[in-house]
């Protein structure tokens, strides 16, 4: 599945760039949030969330990078998201957050920063319904691809398969483009999260260019 990055796209035409989205193919919107103090930069809240679910088909894949995230699961999901992820470092109780997401009916996902140890993934992982691991450190897009991610992934896959856990999906975040997203996906990657890799140019020529890399 393929989701566009919404922090990457131009805010000032938001509603043409998201219809440009559906246009080019794209499977999820994903909405990076940021506070100032888990990552360092600050992006948007709830009310944009809620505007973005407004003007779009498309399910809504908020990934909350913040610190003490049960804070905000509650705002973000009455704004309409379908999926919310929360990062293992910014949680004392991981499992009481995944708790709180899918008490609201929402898909419930935990985050790894590139060097986190996978062992946080694979004691949440059968309270997860995906596991997104980030490719480039959290905060700011356009980074470059960390390809430690290959390893981590084909052993993140290989416990799930283990475990009976296949139904649990796994997300990529950073670093996304057409030239290495079919090697992405055939390391096990689900969900491939793209930012300037589809708005850097024709949205929709740039997803359909993705897909067709995926083939």
Same mark, same amino acid.
């Given at each position: 599945m393929l989701a566009p990055s919404l922090l990457s796209a131009d805010f000032a035409n938001l509603a043409d760039e998201i219809k440009a989205c559906e246009n080019g193919g794209a499977d999820i919107?994903?909405?990076?949030?940021?506070?100032?103090?888990?990552?360092?930069?600050?992006?948007?809240?709830?009310?944009v969330a809620k505007t973005v679910k407004q003007n779009t088909i498309l399910p809504l894949d908020c990934h909350l990078m913040v610190e003490n995230p049960d804070r905000f699961i509650p705002d973000f999901a009455e704004a309409g998201a379908d999926y919310i992820s929360i990062h293992?470092?910014?949680?004392?109780?991981?499992?009481?957050?995944?708790?709180?997401?899918?008490?609201f009916g929402k898909k419930a996902g935990v985050a790894l920063n590139p060097l986190t140890p996978l062992? /946080?993934?694979?004691?949440? =992982?059968?309270?997860?319904?995906? &596991? !997104?691991?980030?490719?480039?450190?959290p905060g700011f897009g356009g980074q470059t691809f960390i390809?430690?991610? /290959?390893?981590?992934?084909? =052993?993140?896959?290989?416990?799930? &398969? !283990?475990?009976g856990l296949e139904h649990v999906l796994i997300e990529i975040d950073g670093g996304v483009k057409k030239e290495n997203a079919r090697e992405i996906a055939e390391a096990g990657a689900d969900i491939l999260v793209s930012g300037s890799g589809v708005f850097n140019g024709n949205?929709?020529?740039n997803l359909k260019s993705i897909r067709v890399a995926l083939k």
């Open positions: 919107l994903h909405f990076d949030v940021m506070d100032g103090h888990f990552v360092p930069n600050i992006t948007i809240g709830p009310f293992s470092e910014a949680t004392h109780h991981l499992h009481r957050s995944l708790m709180l997401i899918k008490s062992e /946080f993934a694979f004691e949440a =992982a059968e309270y997860c319904d995906f &596991i !997104l691991l980030m490719s480039v450190n390809n430690s991610f /290959f390893r981590r992934v084909g =052993a993140l896959k290989e416990f799930l &398969i !283990l475990n949205i929709a020529d």
